[in-house]
C-alpha cells in the first residue's frame, strides 16, 4: 500500500477510535458531573436545569457565602437557593437568569453586586466559556453565548464531549461523591473569624475600567427580571475591602431607570465587625445569618414576613448596622 | 501564532500537505512564505530586522568564502556585528541605559539618553545565534556559503524552530532544504508522535503548572517558605515542559516534512551532576556557547584559574543572553559557580559516598536538582529584589501554611510531574516510553495514541498559555 493511503486509512481508523471513546468516556463523566452532590458546578446545573424556587439570588463568592436560603424560607415561608458561584461576574449572573426564565419565573430574585462586578477583566470571556461549556447542548441562552464569543471553542465543545468537560473529572468525582466543599440550597457557610487587628482594607484601583460587556449584561439581567414583573432586590453585602472605584454609581445610574435602588451595606463596620468576617472579602457563618436577616426584614415585603416563622439572631432582631 | 492554538493546527494542517503536493524546486518557495506568514502572526513590522540581518549574513557569508587574508575577517565582524547590534538595540538597550542611569544617579548626575519605546521582536536571540553560527562556520570553513538565497533565508526563518529553536548549525540543516524529501511514513508518524508529545508536556504539565506557579511568584511576599519551595519545583518542571515540549512540537513539525533537527534536551533532571545537566538541558545553546565562546576562549585548555574563569564567562553571557535583566545574569552566574564547583570536586562526585551505587547515584541526581531549582529562582522571579525575598522565605522557612489554589489544580500538578517523572525514569534506563507507540501490537500502538489525544483534550489547559522561551 502507498504510504499516503496507508497514512489516511490508520488517520482514520485513529479518528474513529477517539470519537467512539470520546462519546462513551464522555457521556459517562457527563452523567456524574450532572448528578453532582455539590460543588460549584452542582448550582450552576440548578440553575441552568432545576430551579423551582420562590426566591432566586445571584451574584459571586459573596453571595454563596452570605445569603442563607433556609433563614430565608424560614422568615417568609418561600423556597429559596443560592445561585451564587466563585469567581464570575454579570455576564454568567445574565446567562444563567435568562436560562432559568426560560422555565420558571420565581418571585423574588436578589442580586448580590460585587464592587468591582463591572471591571473589566482580560480573561473574563474566556473563564465564562469554560464554566459554561459543559451545558452546550442543554440550554439555548448558554448556547447563544459561546457561540457569541468564541466560535471555535463552540465547535469543539460541539465536537467532542470531553473537551467541554476539559479538567474537570476530578471535581466531578469529588462532588458526585459528596467530598468536601457542603453547601445548603447553594448557601456555603464559612466558619472562623478575622483577627481582632484585622483592619478595612482600602484599595486605590487607579486603573479601574469598566467593561461594556459587563455593563450590558447587568442592564439585560434587570431588564430581564422586571418584565417578568418579578421584585428584584440589588445589594451590595458587606466586605472588609473598599475600592476607591467601584460599581456602585454605575450600578444606581441603570437601576434609576427602572426606579430601582442599589441598597449597600459595603461600609457597615464597628470595632466589632472581624468577628462576623471570614476574610475581608467574605461573611462567615454568623455574619452570613445577620446579614439575611437583616436584608429579609429591611426590605421584603411585609406579606412575606410573618411573626409565626420569625427566627431571630441571637434571640433579638439584629439589623447589620447595629452590629 | 503558537503551536497550542488552533490557528496553528490550521496552519500545520494546510502547509504540511501542501509542501507534500509542490515539486522539489518549489517547496522552499512555499516554507519561506509559510515561515514569513508564521513570524507576521507576531508583530509583522519585526520581519524588516530579520531581513536585514538575513541579507548582511547571506552577502557576509559569500564574501568570506571568497576573500583571502584579514578581509575574512572583517567581512566575519562586518556580520558579527550587525548580528549583536540589533540584539544590543532591541533586547540591551533600554537594560544598559537603565543600569547607566542607577550608576550616574549614585554620583548625583543624571542620564539623559532616551529610552526607547520598543517591543522585543520575538525569538530574536534564537534566530540571530542561529545565523552568527553560519557565517561563523564558513569563516572556519566547516561550511560552503550558501548562494541561493533563498534557501539562506529558509535556514534562518524555518517556521518549526523560527522562534525558540533549537538552534540550529548550517552542516546539520542547511544540506537537508537542497535534498528532495520524500513522502515518508515512517517519518510523518514519527514526527505527528512527537508533536503529540510535545503538545502534552505543553498543555497538560507545564500550563496546568503555570497556575500555581503565577498564583505564588505574582504574590511571594504573601506566601510561606514551604508554599514557595513547592512552587520553584513546580517552577522546575514547568519550564522544561514547556521548553521541551516546544522543541518536541519543533523537532515532529520539520520531522514530518522529512527535516531532522538536532535534539534539545535529554531528560535533563536525571542528571547527576551540574556539567551532565548542560549537557542533557538546552543542547542546541549550550553547544553554541561550548563552540562558539568556551573553546575560543580556551575552554579547559589553560591555566586551572583561566579555565575557571572561562566557565563564568561563558555561564554569564549565558544568562544575558537569556534576558536583559539581572535577574538572569544571577541565574547564569549561578551555574557557572555550580560549574566551576563541579569540575573543582569531580572526584569527590565520583566516589561511591553512600556505599551503594545506586544510591549514590539517586543523591546526586536529587542535589544537582535541588541546586539547579534553587537557581530557576532567580530566572522566575520578576527582579532581584524579590528574587532574594523569595530565597529568605525558603531558608528561614518563613511561617504559613502551604496554599493550594485549587485542589483540582494542585492534584492535577503532582500527578502529572509522577507521571513525567516515570516515564522519563523508564526512557533513561530502559526505552523510550514514544516508542510504546511504535509498538508492534497495533491494538497497544493505537491505545497509546488514544490515551495521549484524550489526556490532551481533558486534561489540557487551553488558555493560550505564551511558550516561556519566546521572550528570549
Redesign the interface.
Known amino acids: 500500500m502507498k504510504p499516503f493511503y496507508k497514512l489516511l486509512r490508520n488517520g482514520l481508523i485513529i479518528l474513529i477510535v477517539l470519537f467512539v471513546t470520546d462519546r462513551a468516556l464522555g457521556s459517562l463523566i457527563e452523567h456524574f458531573f450532572f448528578n453532582e452532590k455539590q460543588g460549584d458546578s452542582a448550582v450552576t446545573t440548578h440553575g441552568i436545569m432545576n430551579t423551582k424556587e420562590d426566591v432566586l439570588i445571584f451574584g459571586n463568592s459573596r453571595a454563596s457565602h452570605h445569603y442563607i436560603p433556609a433563614v430565608i424560607s424560614e422568615r417568609t415561608g418561600l423556597s429559596c437557593y443560592n445561585l451564587g458561584r466563585d469567581g464570575m461576574k454579570m455576564l454568567y449572573y445574565e446567562t444563567l437568569l435568562k436560562s432559568v426564565l426560560s422555565y420558571h419565573t420565581p418571585k423574588i430574585i436578589i442580586l448580590d453586586l460585587n464592587l468591582n462586578d463591572f471591571e473589566y477583566q482580560l480573561d473574563e470571556e474566556q473563564k465564562l466559556t469554560a464554566v459554561l461549556m459543559p451545558y452546550i447542548n442543554k440550554n439555548k441562552e448558554v448556547r447563544e453565548l459561546i457561540y457569541s464569543q468564541n466560535k471555535m471553542e463552540f465547535s469543539l465543545a460541539n465536537i467532542s464531549i470531553l473537551y467541554r468537560l476539559n479538567s474537570l473529572p476530578m471535581p466531578i468525582m469529588q462532588h458526585y461523591m459528596g467530598i468536601g466543599q457542603k453547601q445548603f440550597n447553594g448557601y456555603e457557610p464559612l466558619s472562623g473569624s478575622m483577627p481582632e487587628s484585622a483592619k478595612v482594607k482600602y484599595v486605590d484601583n487607579t486603573n479601574y475600567k469598566e467593561s461594556k460587556t459587563q455593563l450590558v449584561a447587568f442592564e439585560n439581567f434587570v431588564n430581564a427580571a422586571k418584565s417578568k414583573n418579578i421584585k428584584l432586590y440589588v445589594f451590595v453585602s458587606p466586605g472588609m475591602k473598599i475600592h476607591k472605584y467601584n460599581a456602585l454609581k454605575t450600578a444606581d445610574k441603570i437601576l434609576s431607570k427602572y426606579d430601582l435602588t442599589c441598597y449597600n451595606y459595603s461600609e457597615l463596620f464597628n470595632a466589632e465587625a472581624h468577628k462576623l468576617f471570614y476574610d475581608v472579602g467574605h461573611l462567615n457563618e454568623i455574619g452570613a445569618q445577620a446579614f439575611t436577616d437583616s436584608v429579609i426584614v429591611d426590605h421584603f415585603p411585609q406579606k412575606y414576613l410573618s411573626a409565626d416563622n420569625l427566627i431571630l439572631f441571637n434571640g433579638n432582631k439584629l439589623p447589620l448596622s447595629r452590629l | 501564532m503558537l503551536f497550542n492554538s488552533?490557528h496553528f493546527f490550521f496552519f500545520f494542517l494546510v502547509v504540511t500537505p501542501a509542501f507534500f503536493l509542490l515539486p522539489h524546486k518549489h517547496r522552499w518557495k512555499l516554507l519561506l512564505a509559510a515561515s514569513c506568514y508564521f513570524y507576521m502572526t507576531f508583530v509583522p513590522v519585526y520581519i524588516l530586522i530579520l531581513g536585514f540581518t538575513i541579507i548582511i549574513d547571506y552577502f557576509a557569508g559569500i564574501l568570506i568564502e571568497r576573500s583571502k587574508g584579514k578581509s575574512r575577517k572583517h567581512f566575519l565582524i562586518l556580520s558579527l556585528v550587525a548580528n549583536i547590534g540589533v540584539l544590543a538595540v532591541f533586547k540591551y538597550y533600554n537594560f544598559l541605559n537603565d543600569n547607566l542611569s542607577f550608576l550616574l544617579g549614585n554620583f548625583g548626575y543624571q542620564n539623559h539618553v532616551p529610552y526607547l519605546n520598543i517591543l522585543l521582536p520575538i525569538g530574536l536571540s534564537f534566530h540571530t545565534f542561529q545565523a552568527m553560527s553560519y557565517t561563523i562556520e564558513v569563516y572556519r570553513g566547516h561550511q560552503k556559503a550558501e548562494k541561493h538565497f533563498g534557501i539562506y533565508s529558509l535556514y534562518v526563518m524555518f517556521y518549526p524552530q523560527l522562534v525558540a529553536g533549537p538552534i540550529e548549525r548550517p552542516q546539520n540543516i542547511l544540506h537537508q532544504f537542497h535534498t528532495k524529501q520524500y513522502?515518508?511514513?515512517t517519518n510523518?508518524?514519527e514526527g505527528l508522535k512527537l508533536i503529540a508529545w510535545g503538545l502534552f508536556k505543553k498543555v497538560v504539565i507545564a500550563d496546568r503548572l503555570s497556575i500555581y506557579v503565577d498564583a505564588v511568584y505574582n504574590n511571594a511576599d504573601q506566601h510561606s517558605g514551604i508554599t514557595l519551595i513547592v512552587a520553584t519545583v513546580f517552577f522546575a518542571f514547568q519550564i522544561y515542559c514547556d521548553f521541551s515540549g516546544y522543541s518536541d512540537i519543533a523537532i515532529g513539525c520539520a520531522r514530518v516534512m522529512g527535516y531532522n533537527l538536532m535534539i534539545n534536551f535529554r531528560r535533563p533532571y536525571l542528571a547527576g551532576s551540574i556539567k551532565e545537566f548542560w549537557s542533557r538541558w538546552h543542547i542546541s545553546l549550550s553547544t553554541w556557547f561550548r563552540d562558539y565562546l568556551y573553546f575560543p576562549l580556551g575552554g579547559s585548555k589553560v591555566p586551572i584559574p583561566r579555565w575557571y574563569l572561562n566557565l563564568f564567562i561563558v555561564f554569564m553571557v549565558s544568562g544575558l543572553w537569556h534576558g536583559a535583566n539581572w535577574t538572569f545574569i544571577i541565574w547564569g552566574a549561578l551555574h557557572g559557580v555550580y560549574q566551576i564547583f563541579s569540575v573543582s570536586f569531580k572526584k569527590l562526585n565520583e566516589k561511591n559516598i553512600l556505599g551503594y551505587r545506586p544510591l549514590t547515584n539517586a543523591f546526586h541526581v536529587l542535589v544537582t536538582f535541588t541546586l539547579v531549582s534553587f537557581a530557576w529562582i532567580f530566572f522566575r522571579a520578576n527582579n532581584v529584589h524579590e528574587a532574594f525575598a523569595i530565597c529568605k522565605s525558603i531558608f528561614t522557612l518563613k511561617p504559613g501554611g502551604l496554599f493550594i489554589g485549587t485542589?483540582?489544580?494542585f492534584?492535577?500538578a503532582i500527578i502529572w510531574i509522577l507521571f513525567l517523572l516515570v516515564v522519563e525514569y523508564i526512557t533513561e534506563y530502559y526505552s523510550d516510553v514514544v516508542k510504546v507507540f511504535s509498538s508492534p501490537n497495533r491494538v497497544v500502538r493505537?491505545a497509546g495514541?488514544?490515551v495521549i489525544?484524550?489526556f490532551i483534550?481533558?486534561?489540557?489547559?487551553?488558555?493560550g498559555g505564551q511558550f516561556i522561551y519566546f521572550q528570549f
Open positions: 488552533l513522502f515518508n511514513y510523518v508518524t485542589p483540582e489544580g492534584v492535577y493505537y495514541y488514544t489525544v484524550l483534550i481533558l486534561f489540557g489547559v487551553f488558555n
